[in-house]
């Protein structure tokens, strides 16, 4: 007997449909059992706390236990290399800082390749580096700033939270735009940092804006300008560097979300939908604000081409700094 032609039509679409039908099982499984969020960074800074929020955040909504461990060896890259060679199911999540986009071009042997081996999920958080000086420094705004250090080539130096950091980096490519003869002087972390220039061993600093605003609001470092393309929320009187008449400085902190290449694309999407609620609850933005940052929560799409483009930027900035590759 022929079967009719709706007939066959029905059959050939609920066999197109087959194959889709354990990916979707798969996804609405999603999470059956216990994960890890690695943290590649040590336990109590801010970038601990974004991994502990979207840990405690999917522990609520999904019930399952999301346990954070921290693995802040080899600058970060120990931690980011186990992720790459984790199994691609969602059980093993990445929350790495910039360091995924600097480092590709910083050392010459890393354990893992950005583009290759991970899979975007979101960009959680970011934040703009600041420029900040001692409070005994003469200069009131970045004009004043660039003054000084012109008047003076040589003379003054500049505190980062180290060598291929991105605050070197923004350092740098402030250097760079202005040709200012201005020492670099790289420190282990960004606490270090702001020890000295808060007790004015090194005058001005560039560094993330989260470990620099409590000593910022206490005054013990005064804020000349944010590089981002807007003003922070958290401290509307500073402006940007823009706005201070230095363009083109546009840089961030950034606190990502990846999983190994090869992660099922409904499990990603479900990670992402899930992470960019979390990161846009009012409480969580409150937090993230607190210690200077912007929840953003963009697509996997969208932050897989800004993964690009900064490895791209950062690279050039690297190679006109003339900073070393770490072998």
């Known amino acids: 007997m022929k079967h009719s032609r709706r007939t066959f039509l029905h059959l050939a679409a609920s066999a197109a449909a087959l194959p889709t039908l354990p990916r979707i099982a798969r996804a609405q499984a999603y999470p059956s059992r216990p994960a890890r969020i690695i943290v590649p960074a040590a336990a109590g800074g801010p970038v601990d706390l974004i991994g502990r929020l979207i840990a405690q955040k999917l522990n609520e909504a999904w019930g399952q236990q999301f346990t954070v461990e921290n693995i802040p060896t080899g600058a970060g890259n120990v931690g980011v290399g186990m992720v790459a060679k984790a199994p691609p199911d969602g059980y093993t999540i990445l929350t790495p800082t910039s360091a995924i986009v600097v480092n590709p071009s910083l050392y010459a042997k890393l354990p893992y390749d950005t583009v290759r081996d991970f899979a975007a999920v979101t960009l959680a958080a970011a934040s703009p580096h600041v420029l900040t000086v001692n409070p005994a420094v003469p200069a009131k705004t970045v004009q ?81 300008a944010v590089t981002s393309d807007k003003r922070d929320q958290g401290f509307p009187d500073v402006p940007t560097l823009s706005e201070a008449g230095v363009p083109d400085q546009e840089s961030e902190f950034i606190q990502a979300v990846l999983v190994p290449a090869g992660t099922p694309k409904e499990i990603i999407d479900k990670l992402y939908r899930e992470i960019a609620r979390i990161v846009m609850l009012p409480e969580v933005k409150e937090r993230l604000a607190a210690i200077g940052y912007t929840a953003v929560g963009n697509t996997p799409e969208e932050f897989s081409a800004q993964i690009k483009r900064d490895i791209a930027r950062w690279a050039k900035v690297i190679r006109d700094a003339g900073i070393k590759q770490i072998q």
């Open 144 to 224: 004043e700033l660039i003054a000084l250090v012109k008047a003076s080539p040589g003379k003054y130096s500049y505190a980062s939270p180290g060598t291929g950091t991105t605050g070197q980096l923004a350092g740098e490519l402030f250097k760079l735009s202005l040709k200012l003869d201005l020492v670099h002087v790289p420190f282990n972390g960004g606490a270090p940092a702001i020890t000295s220039t808060i007790g004015g061993h090194t005058p001005i600093m560039f560094s993330a804006l989260p470990g620099a605003a409590p000593s910022i609001k206490d005054g013990q470092l005064r804020a000349l």
